[in-house]
C-alpha cells in the first residue's frame, strides 16, 4: 500500500487492475523473487504456476491506502473495469470485520438489518463475530435471536453469505457517509 501510494496517480489503476485479474503467476517468477530476499523459498519447476488471490489481494492493498486514496484509485480503476472495482470493494470488508467494532458501531449497523437477516447471516459465523455482535445488543434481543439460531434448520449457505453480504453492504454504506469506520485502528466510530 505504502508503495502504491507512492507511484504517480495515472498508474495506480492497472496496477490495481493487474493484481485484481491476477490468478496466478509463473512459478520462475516466485523463484526470482525468493532469491532477491533471501532464497527462502525452495526450488520450483520454471513451468508450475501457483495459486495466488489476486482480489483479496486487491482488495487489502486498497484497505490498506487508507479511506480517501483507496477510493480514489478505485474511481479510476472503475473507467476501466467497473466490475472490477465493485468486486474489489466487495472483498474489502467481510462480516468477520465487524467484531471489531465497538458496540455502538455495532448498534449503528444493526439498525439498518431485519432481524430475521441477522439470524441468517450468524448460522455460520465465527464466534468473536457472534459476541460482538450479541454484545451490542439488549439482552432480550440476543436471547431473541438466540432462539431463532437454535430454531433455524438447515440452510444454504448461499443464502447464509447474502445475508452477510447485505449486513456488510450496511456497514460500508455508514462508513461511507462517516458514522462508523470498518478501518479498525483502535476507533470504530467516526
Known amino acids: 500500500a505504502d508503495i502504491l501510494a507512492k507511484l504517480p496517480e495515472r498508474i495506480r489503476p492497472p496496477i490495481l487492475s493487474r493484481l485484481g485479474t491476477m490468478t496466478e503467476i509463473p512459478a520462475s517468477l516466485v523463484e526470482e523473487i525468493a532469491s532477491a530476499l533471501a532464497s527462502e523459498l525452495p526450488a520450483l ?9 489476486g482480489l483479496e489481494r486487491a482488495a487489502a492493498l486498497v484497505r490498506r491506502l487508507g479511506r480517501e486514496l483507496g477510493e480514489e484509485a478505485l474511481e479510476q480503476l472503475e473507467d476501466d473495469n467497473e466490475e472490477l472495482a465493485d468486486a474489489i470493494r466487495q472483498a474489502m470488508y467481510t462480516f468477520d470485520d465487524l467484531a ?20 441468517l447471516a450468524l448460522k455460520t459465523s465465527h464466534l468473536d463475530v457472534t459476541n460482538a455482535i450479541f454484545s451490542s445488543m439488549s439482552r432480550r434481543a440476543a436471547d431473541r435471536i438466540r432462539e431463532d439460531l437454535e430454531m433455524l434448520g438447515a440452510v444454504r449457505l448461499a443464502d447464509v453469505e447474502a445475508a452477510q453480504r447485505e449486513i456488510v453492504e450496511v456497514a460500508t454504506r455508514l462508513m461511507a457517509e462517516g458514522v462508523i469506520s470498518l478501518d479498525n485502528e483502535g476507533q470504530s466510530v467516526v
Open 45 to 53: 519447476d520454471s513451468d508450475a504456476t501457483r495459486q495466488v488471490e
Open 100 to 119: 471489531g467494532l465497538d458496540a455502538g458501531a455495532l448498534r449503528n449497523v444493526l439498525e439498518g438489518v431485519s432481524g430475521d437477516k441477522l439470524t
